[in-house]
Nanobody, 118 residues
Framework: VQLQASGGGLVQPGGSLRVSCAVS????????MGWYRQAPGKQRELVAA???????NYADSVKGRFTISRDNAKNTVSLQMNSLKPEDTAVYYC?????????????WGQGTQVTVSS
């Protein structure tokens, strides 16, 4: 199972960015998909998650600004980030949990840098 993230970049405070992630490989089923982030000197933290049924969960710091979505047919997950703040600067990682040939997997993408700065 491989996850390929795209998007990210440099944006001014108040701006918007979208990051996306595609899951490929021999996949049985994907249950939860999500985005995590890690800022320099800090632990990786959950930003947003979405179940296969579309139930979402957000970190308090991004509620109302970020929106997670997924396309089950294409095995993709995206994170629309609006009203970005400098404290959103971090490397963003996508994550997928599911089963493959009856065995659970917990896979990560390579990370994409999001920098919010004027």
């Amino acid at each position: 199972v491989q996850l390929q993230a795209s998007g990210g970049g440099l944006v001014q405070p108040g701006g918007s960015l979208r990051v996306s992630c595609a899951v490929s490989g021999s996949i049985g089923s994907i249950n939860d998909m999500g985005w995590y982030r890690q800022a320099p000197g800090k632990q990786r933290e959950l930003v947003a998650a979405i179940t296969s049924g579309g139930r979402t969960n957000y970190a308090d710091s991004v509620k109302g600004r970020f929106t997670i979505s997924r396309d089950n047919a294409k095995n993709t997950v995206s994170l629309q980030m609006n009203s970005l703040k400098p404290e959103d600067t971090a490397v963003y990682y996508c994550n997928a949990k599911g089963t493959r040939f009856g065995v659970r997997f917990d896979a990560w993408g390579q990370g994409t840098q999001v920098t919010v700065s004027s």
